[in-house]
């Protein structure tokens, strides 16, 4: 069975950090890129970062440059977004999700998909 789980995330003063993981399981993990996507209330989804299966190519949205580093560990097989300096404009649900190969911008071409986990940075 093909799981993705996210964890880490939480309540979190603006300003501050947190990492999330995502753990990933029933699948050939060194095979997929992983990106980390968002989607706030009422705002559409977004893929903020994503790492090609070497973990070599790596991709972040303009919004979080700078402030989040995504990688990827195969021997654990859990992909991390490390999120520095946390605005309140980064609260959303974080979900993760798996694509052969190469990263895509579009949410459409991933396979799968991780149930998601709640980051609000309070002002």
């Known amino acids: 069975e093909v799981q993705l789980a996210e964890s880490g995330g939480g309540l979190v003063q603006a300003g501050g950090s947190l990492r999330l993981s995502c753990a990933a399981s029933?699948?050939?993990?060194?095979?997929?890129?992983i990106g980390w996507f968002r989607q706030a209330p009422g705002k559409e989804r977004e893929r903020v970062s994503c790492i090609g299966s070497s973990g070599v190519s790596r991709f972040y949205a303009d919004s979080v440059k700078g402030r989040f580093t995504i990688s990827k560990d195969n021997a654990k097989n859990t992909v991390y977004l490390q999120i520095e300096r946390l605005k309140s404009e980064d609260s959303a649900v974080y979900y993760c999700?798996?694509?052969?190969?190469?990263?895509?911008?579009?949410?459409?071409?991933?396979?799968?998909w991780g149930q998601g986990t709640q980051v609000t940075g309070e002002s």
């Open positions: 029933g699948f050939a993990f060194d095979d997929y890129a």
């Open positions: 999700a798996a694509k052969r190969s190469i990263c895509s911008t579009y949410g459409a071409a991933y396979a799968y």
